[in-house]
């Protein structure tokens, strides 16, 4: 089955950019999608279809994905952004979703 | 206003079993594919099965052969009936929406929660 490698955790100070990565064999290939999940509540869907924005997400959120790994980039990071954030794609080789294992966003 | 309501999870004895209810609102689930999700304590997020608008069903490798995704569209519902359940799949269990297999999750359950222990 299809394997999405995420870095645990990422660690940015206040102010900087942050940059959460998402390995899969050939992922350019596939359309990925990227979710916020803060303790205690459902996933929000931040990045989908690669690079596009959901309403309401700020614009310092944005994507993108080539080759071997798609990433999800975090401008100007506050406090608010502290999350765990997973990348998804379909597999549809074996007609299953895929997620990645997830990043800890931490604001230093 | 879109809006997704998970019902019907508890403390269960492994080997028994459990249907999860997942009520829709603002939407024809019908006409999506609608998705169940697990998350596992202190873990991350697990696809665990699809159902297409046009009715066809996908599991993950972990759950088949002891789901089974469902529908009633005259409720707008959509079903998780769980058998054969094991410690490892003790859970908060999401539904979620999307707009075909390869789209994105754009809504999302509160999720309910599922525990296998004896």
Known sequence: SYLLTQPPSVSVAPGKTARITCGGNNIGSKSVHWYQQKPGQ??????????????????RFSGSNSG?????????????????????????????GVFGGGTKLTVL | EVQLVESGGGLVQPGGSLRLSCAASGFT??????????QAPGKGLEWVSVIYSGGSTYYADSVKGRFTISRDNSKNTLYLQMNSLRAEDTAVYYCARSDSAVAAFDYWGQGTLVTVSS
């Not at chain 1, 459902?42 to 614009?59: F, K, Q, W």
């Not at chain 1, 071997?68 to 299953?96: F, K, M, P």
């Open chain 1, 42 to 59: 459902a996933p929000v869907l931040v990045i989908y279809y690669d690079s596009d924005r959901p309403s309401g997400i700020p614009e």
């Open chain 2, 29 to 38: 689930v019908s006409n999506n594919y609608m998705s169940w999700v697990r």
């Open chain 1, 68 to 96: 071997n790994t798609a990433t999800l980039t975090i401008s100007r990071v506050h406090a608010g952004d502290e999350a765990v954030y997973y990348c998804q794609v379909w597999d549809s080789s074996s007609d299953q």
